[in-house]
């Protein structure tokens, strides 16, 4: 089978997947395991596929040296219908919730959980223009729990410090940066991420959470959507999305071969350390304008210092193989996201190419 | 790429797909429409995704003959999610709902919806083991719909009319009879349908809503459960299954080139009579005790006279390529879910199978 010569994908989600995981899901697509058929044929229930996800959650346990206190699942409707579900489950129709606001994503969790509990914004970064993450807030002791987003996406930054909540349990969409550095789960209330970053295909999410809060009463509600039922069925107490979670197995399995965490989050820092020193040192042809100590290893926007060269760059870089750098429309500008399936090999292409646009634009 | 002889895959879902279907989307797995890279990496809001997700509902609006005033939508959470999120949107909470309940799914579905709407039970085959469908009934003239599940996948009943609903807006779980057969669609307020049995992998769930409907109050809750909010952005309110959609897609395609519901509709009526006679025509080797006038075209359950055998029917059906043939574990015995993409030739396989087994241990 021949394909053409593939591009660096900046996409910032549904984002690029790792070449061997896409090679070994085509291999065996038609015959799956020896079944004879697809993966996407057989019954989640059946002996086959309960052995895979049975294996991708402890690769995954593994990976994240997640305690034996959190459970697992692997759900449906991505990050942001749990904007709403984590309110329905972990707080009471009259309970208090914290939020920090850092941008986009953290500003959708607020307004999706309204509807299920009093959320209040404990700390905001809105009157920077979300450039920066706050260091210090007040949180309420009250409080069901303190939500945050530790990589906003759109906006660029990254928590690089986990905020300080005391015994409010701390929870935490990590869609855009799970998996992609070593991380102490047992600081943690709630993790959850839409998987179409760092994990498989869309479709997918992944939710890692402490088990006394599986245990909170919630609201009346329908089963389908308490967190405590799915755990008590294994993710399975409705059909799963089958094929995203043979992908995410895979995925847990490259990283793993890649040497786990540790080596995937020194690799990402190079990669992002690299892109930001070609964007400060481009002399102002290139503009990152982030907190330098709030920027994201995962999300790179930028900006031309003339902005009618926006159309120039976009099609010359795809013309170089560089795909999907435009920048989310809230924003303008660039933005190159380089998550664990993107190589230091692309971001150098990227580079190079900034360098010789910038010498020929400049 | 060599793999084993396919097995003729009876499960009951996620079931079979078809073979061009998986065939095609091996082929383009790691480069989609000249893309360079998988249909899975590119952005749900890019030109290439977006002409796909345009395409494939344009496909589906002409296999179905689905009128302009209904609004199609390509979700996530299954058809059980529904359950509950169709009656968060169709009733307001002092509201009234009818149900028809014909076995476990249209259990399922009062269950899920009694959160949020004071569901009824207007009619009922409880009574007779659900061996048939109900043919009259009285349903509350004020009620905010009438759901019904046309095809019972574990009982293996089917509505082969429709519930006579006078001005009550008619809801139906069509999961396992989707695209079986030719359908008046104007006929029903809401038709909905998990895929993983006549429409793609699981993960994703179709929705079909007369547009008056999606103007219904409903209740507070959060933007993600509200089915006009997914109307107004394209089913692109949050990040899609893309990976569905594309394969739903592919699949709409291969059932116009069957030549369409007319057509598939006959083959699926052939393959359903010639299980059922020789069934009916074993001596009563074998038995369905479905009311013949309600049994199911998609889902065949059966029963060995002497179940000491059912073990070696199960291990010599394996090894004669016939997968995935055990019955519900809520009842016991065999069923073969013969979907669409499941051809007359592994029908007759299995046939022909069935006659030398009753032969071997008559």
Do not use: C
């Not at 990976?63 to 959190?70: K, R, T």
């Amino acid at each position: 089978m021949t394909h053409p010569a593939r591009p660096w994908n900046f996409s910032a989600g549904p984002a690029a997947l790792a070449p061997e995981v896409l090679a070994q899901a085509q291999r065996e697509l038609l015959d799956w395991r020896g079944t004879g058929v697809s993966v996407m044929e057989v019954s989640h229930r059946g002996r086959d596929f309960m052995a895979m996800a049975e294996e991708t959650e402890q690769d995954l346990r593994a990976l994240m040296g997640i305690p034996d206190s959190y459970t697992v699942l692997f759900l449906q409707g991505g990050a942001t219908q749990h904007f709403a579900q984590l309110a329905m489950n972990l707080a009471g129709p009259e309970d208090r919730a914290d939020y920090v606001v850092t941008g986009h994503w953290s500003q959708k969790a607020v307004q999706e959980a309204m509807p299920y509990v009093n959320a209040r914004v404990a700390a905001s970064t809105e009157a920077d223009g979300f450039r920066s993450v706050p260091t210090q807030f007040e949180v309420d002791p009250q409080a069901a729990y303190l939500h945050f987003t530790p990589n906003e996406t759109i906006h660029g930054t990254e928590f690089h410090h986990l905020p300080e909540s005391g015994d409010v349990p701390l929870v935490a969409d990590m869609s855009s940066d799970i998996l992609s550095r070593p991380l102490d789960v047992s600081k943690f209330g709630m993790i959850y991420a839409g998987a179409q970053k760092n994990i498989g295909p869309s479709g997918l999410v992944l939710l890692i959470v402490r088990d006394d809060l599986l245990r909170r009463p919630g609201r009346p509600m329908a089963d389908i959507f308490r967190y405590a039922r799915h755990a008590e069925r294994d993710s399975m107490l409705n059909t799963p999305n089958t094929w995203g979670w043979y992908l995410a197995g895979l995925t847990f399995q490259w990283i793993a071969a890649q040497g786990g965490l540790e080596a995937i989050g020194a690799r990402n820092q190079a990669k992002a350390d690299a892109l930001y020193a070609a964007i400060d040192g481009s002399g102002g042809f290139y503009t990152n304008t982030i907190d330098p100590t709030a920027r994201s290893r995962m999300n790179v926007p930028f900006r031309l210092h003339d902005e009618a060269l926006d159309a120039t760059f976009l099609q010359a870089s795809a013309e170089a193989g560089l795909m999907a750098l435009k920048g989310h429309r809230a924003l303008g500008g660039m933005r190159a996201s380089i998550y664990n399936a993107m190589p230091m090999q692309g971001v150098q292409a990227l580079i190079d190419f900034m360098g010789d646009f910038a010498r020929r634009h400049g």
